[in-house]
């Protein structure tokens, strides 16, 4: 089975701060792992992917992830935040072994920029 | 590229109607689309796998029967809610899964929902 957790509910931070959103995941075998950010009434847009390679991994609009095995996590970042990041945030996991391509998401996290 | 398509975005019924929702791939070919229902402030729950040309894969506790899913071209994937009921509003997202040759993982893109009120 595969499962994702994010902890935190919400996350505030200032603008121009960096910014951290965490996400830890368990799979049987080697991790997919996805990041995707949710505005009010929109559906969602893929910020990043981990399949192989660089645990650092940089995606769309200046977020980067990084993968770290040993504590099975893949938390997003991002250097300085901006006010129009403010939205939902989702980590999202699939088992490479896993039949099909099903998804398993965390329960998202709301991330506040304040001005 | 990668763009997927939903009408109609938002959807207004009375209780015992049927209502459906379109998910359409704009600019690839879509052979896998996956219908999530999200409630608010909650993640996103699948409900099903939709393979082009072959019968609909439902998660455990989905009604079939309620909730027909159609993928009849590799650009379509249809979701009908029969007779729906005020416990069926929700936000309805279906996504596509993107292949691209060389590469042994997808990732999936999504529609812009679709909000859904059973009066």
């Known amino acids: 089975a595969q499962s994702v957790a994010q902890p935190e509910d919400q996350v505030n931070v200032a603008e121009g701060n960096p910014l951290t959103v965490k996400c830890t995941y368990s799979v049987s075998g080697n991790p997919y792992l996805f990041w995707y950010v949710q505005y009010p009434n929109r559906g969602l847009q893929f910020l990043l992917k981990?399949?192989?390679?660089?645990?650092l991994v940089k995606g769309s609009y200046g977020f980067e992830a990084e993968f770290n095995k040993s504590q099975t996590s893949f938390h997003l970042k991002k250097p300085s935040a901006l006010v129009s990041d403010s939205a939902l945030y989702f980590c999202a996991v699939r088992d490479e072994g896993s039949s099909g391509d099903k998804l398993t998401f965390g329960t998202g996290t709301r991330l506040a920029v304040r001005p | 590229g990668a763009v997927v398509s939903q009408h109609p975005s938002w959807v207004i019924c009375k209780s015992g109607t049927s209502v459906k929702i379109e998910c359409r791939s704009l600019d690839f070919q879509a052979t896998t689309m996956f219908w999530y229902r999200q409630f608010p402030k909650q993640s996103l729950m699948l409900m099903a796998t939709s393979n082009e040309g072959s019968k609909a894969t439902y998660e455990q506790g989905v009604e079939k029967d309620k909730f027909l899913i159609n993928h009849a071209s590799l650009t379509l994937s249809t979701l009908t809610v029969t007779s729906a009921h005020p416990e069926d509003s929700s936000f309805y997202i279906c996504s596509a899964r993107v292949v691209r040759p060389g590469q042994t993982s997808y990732e999936q893109y999504f529609g812009p929902g679709t909000r859904l009120t059973v009066t």
């Open positions: 981990y399949i192989t390679g660089d645990n």
